[in-house]
């Protein structure tokens, strides 16, 4: 036996006899530094100890969280987050925040998974879906991404900003004659000022001159030949 694993196996030893009663044989890993959060510590530190007593006060926790934001500390917002939905169900305010935070700080997977809690909660809500597009799409996965700005756009489809982040995914992908349609139900939906602005005029000719697309099947059944009269 080395001298390095016969000191360890005689260090472990005289832990497990003597109990570590004074606790020098634990191995604890070193805990991070705590977040420095500037004239707000004195209220961070009496609303962390009001919510160990209650912790699904929700006016608590949102306060918490907006502070945490405003002050920068975006793994201790993550964290409040994370426990109060374990401990209480989701809370659509702590997940904008959390949402918000980690996007700033370019934490993508973070933000992934803050902005699927709020779909999941609410998946008819457009800039929830935009929010998840957006997170996909800083990771690469495009097709996952416009498959949510799709649905926001179907949401809204007179929304010019997720319009731009839809054909953006689009021709991320090549898929010129998505973008193209889409083009097309923006001017169809949109306020006559936003669907004839010359912007939106000339992305669309110029759209259609370049794309070959088959053309849309109608909808709506034949209409039914005339009776013939008697």
Known sequence: MSVSLHSAFRFAVLCLSSGAVLGACSSKAPEEPEFDHGLKKPLVRKLREDLAEEPCDKAKAQQ????LLDTGDT???TRVTDTFGEKCGPNLVLLQLSYTANARAGEKE???KAATGLVTAQPDNASYRVWRGLALESLGRTEESAADLQKAFDLQPGQRPILNALVKAYDAQGKSCEALAAYQRFVEK???SEAKSAEVQEQLQERASKTSCPAAESAAPAAPEAAKAP
């Open 64 to 67: 918490l969280g907006q502070l």
């Open 75 to 77: 793994k201790g917002l």
């Open 110 to 112: 973070q933000s992934l």
């Open 190 to 192: 949109a306020k006559p």
